[in-house]
């Protein structure tokens, strides 16, 4: 069973970086089979699907079309862990966010959550 | 995009009672990729079913999925004092963006 651990800031600035990482144990980043990736919730938005990356010989990235600017999905295979980074954010980026393991957007792991405000 | 919508918002039932929880897609889902979640307050979504009828590892038999192509149900079939809970349904496959429903909240009447 995959276990996913998050880090990162609680209170991000309107218009700074939000950044957050997700540690992993039972599996690697690497891995040819599975898919990294991060969910926000919010109570004006419910759940929202934001990005992923996976290797499959090479490393892949794909993005919700309503971030593809702003969001950035990045592996880090030395720690084994992968990150969300978010440019530019405001006050409705506030939200619950998770990191999710699985295949083809089948989330059967989850990280604990992190509450991100977002204010200055 | 498929848009999810679930119905009821809120579901008041007892325990013993069975819950009936509907997912409407806005279009068909493909090889019937739909998950159901449970989650409760200050926790993630835990993984109930998938492939619309597939309990997940260590789910009691008592959850069950059904439905194809836009309608999904997850029928809990006698409810026990843990199962009341906020419940999601999601569609998933090769290609995101992977979307939710709204959820439905189950409550103790």
């Known amino acids: 069973q995959v276990q996913l651990q998050q880090s990162g800031p609680g209170l991000v600035k309107p218009s700074q970086t939000l950044s957050l990482t997700c540690a992993i144990s039972?599996?690697?980043?690497?891995?040819?089979?599975?898919?990294w990736n991060w969910i926000r919730q919010s109570p004006s938005r419910g759940l929202e699907w934001l990005g992923r990356?996976?290797?499959?010989?090479?490393?892949?990235?794909t993005y919700a079309v309503s971030l593809k600017s702003r969001i950035t999905v990045s592996p880090d295979t030395s720690k084994n862990q992968f990150s969300l980074q978010l440019n530019s954010v405001t006050p409705d980026d506030t939200a619950v966010y998770y990191c999710?393991?699985?295949?083809?957007?089948?989330?059967?792991?989850w990280g604990q959550g992190t509450l991100v405000t977002v204010s200055s | 995009e498929i848009v999810l919508t679930q119905s009821p918002g809120t579901l008041s039932l007892s325990p013993g009672e069975r819950a009936t929880l509907s997912c409407r897609a806005s279009?068909?889902?493909?090889?019937?990729?739909l998950v159901w979640y449970q989650q409760k307050p200050g926790q993630a979504p835990r993984l109930l079913i998938h492939?619309?009828?597939i309990r997940a590892t260590g789910i009691p038999d008592r959850f069950s999925g059904s439905g194809s192509g836009t309608d999904f149900t997850l029928t809990i079939s006698r409810l026990e004092p843990e199962d009341f809970a906020v419940y999601y349904c999601?569609?998933?496959?090769?290609?995101?963006?992977?979307?939710f429903g709204q959820g439905t909240k189950l409550e103790i009447k």
């Open positions: 999601q569609q998933y496959g090769d290609s995101p963006p992977y979307t």
């Open positions: 279009q068909s889902v493909g090889s019937n990729y």
């Open positions: 492939g619309a009828s």
């Open positions: 039972g599996d690697s980043v690497s891995s040819n089979s599975a898919a």
């Open positions: 990356t996976y290797y499959r010989s090479r490393w892949y990235y």
């Open positions: 999710a393991a699985g295949i083809r957007g089948l989330f059967d792991s």
